[in-house]
C-alpha cells in the first residue's frame, strides 16, 4: 500500500497528461465527475494502475483512511481512482461527521468511580491509585461485531502515546479467560485486557458495546461513547490530548 503515497504525484500526472490527450481527439473532458458508487463489477485502479478486488477496495473505503474519485475519460466511460488520504483531509472528513453521542453510563463531567482489577497479564490495575493520569477504558465481547472493528483503530491509538506513561489503556472484556487467549492470537489488543469483566460492566451499568470512555487527571469523564462509529478514535485522541495538556499545565503552575 505504501506505493499508493510514493506514486501517487507521478502517476497522477500521467493520468492527467493522457486524458488531455484524449480531450483533443475525442472531446472528452478530464474532469472529476459526479460520482457514481461502484459495485462488484466495476474496476477500480490506484495511481499506478493497479486493480483492486471489490473485497479490497471495500475495505479500504470503509476504513474512511482512503478516497475514490471517478473520472471521465471518454463521454460513454469512467474511471475510479482510489487514493490514500491525508491526515489534514482524514481530519476534516471526521469533523465532518456527527460527534459520537455521550455514553449514558459515563456522563461527560460527570466523577468516575474507579475499580481495581488484574489484567491477562497478571499486572494489578488499581485505577484508584492513578492521581494524574488521563485513563481510557473500552468495554467489549468477542462476539460483537463493531468490537472486532475498532481494535486495529484503538491498538494505533496506544501505539500513539507509547511513550506516554501518563495514558493507560484498559480494555474490560466480558469473556472468560480461555477464549480471550484463542482470539488474541490472531486479533492482538494492546490495551491492558481484563477477562471475565461481566461484574465490572455492571457496575456501570454498561449495556451497549463497545463502549468507551476517558477519565481525566481530576478522575471526571471527559469523553464517552458507545457503539461503533468511524470517528470515534479521532475524538478519542484529541480529548486525550487535552488532558494531558490540562496536565501538564496545572503541573507547570505548581
Known amino acids: 500500500m505504501k506505493k499508493l503515497t510514493l506514486l501517487f504525484t507521478i502517476a497522477w500526472f500521467g ?3 493522457t486524458a488531455l490527450a484524449q480531450q483533443s481527439n475525442s472531446k ?3 474532469q472529476p465527475g ?3 458508487p461502484p ?3 466495476t474496476i477500480v485502479k490506484d495511481s499506478s494502475g493497479t486493480v483492486y478486488p471489490y473485497v479490497v477496495w471495500r475495505k479500504l473505503l470503509t476504513s474512511g483512511d482512503y478516497n475514490m474519485r471517478s ?3 471518454k463521454p460513454d466511460s469512467m474511471i475510479y481512482i482510489i487514493s490514500q488520504r491525508s491526515e489534514q483531509e482524514k481530519d476534516a472528513m471526521m469533523v465532518a461527521m456527527p460527534k459520537p453521542a455521550e455514553s ?3 456522563v461527560i463531567g460527570s466523577v468516575f468511580n474507579p475499580f481495581k482489577e488484574k489484567d491477562m497479564a497478571g499486572e494489578k490495575l488499581d485505577l484508584k491509585k492513578m492521581p494524574g493520569k488521563v485513563i481510557v477504558l473500552n468495554f467489549w465481547f468477542i462476539g460483537c461485531p463493531p468490537c472486532r472493528a475498532e481494535i486495529p483503530d484503538l491498538n494505533k491509538l496506544v501505539d500513539h502515546y507509547k511513550d506516554n506513561p501518563n495514558v493507560v489503556f484498559v480494555a474490560v472484556a466480558l469473556d472468560e479467560a480461555y477464549d480471550l487467549k484463542d482470539f488474541l492470537k490472531t486479533t492482538p489488543f494492546k490495551y491492558h485486557v481484563i477477562d471475565n469483566g461481566r461484574y465490572i460492566a455492571g457496575k456501570y451499568g454498561v449495556r451497549l458495546y463497545p463502549t468507551n470512555a476517558i477519565i481525566d487527571k481530576d478522575e471526571k469523564v471527559a469523553y ?3 457503539g461503533g462509529h468511524m470517528n470515534n478514535v479521532y475524538w478519542m485522541r484529541k480529548t486525550i490530548d487535552a488532558a494531558l495538556a490540562a496536565t501538564e499545565k496545572t503541573t507547570a503552575a505548581q
Open 15 to 17: 493520468i492527467l497528461t
Open 28 to 30: 472528452a473532458t478530464a
Open 34 to 36: 459526479r460520482f457514481h
Open 39 to 41: 459495485d462488484e463489477n
Open 71 to 73: 473520472y471521465n475519460i
Open 104 to 106: 449514558k453510563q459515563f
Open 224 to 226: 464517552s461513547s458507545e
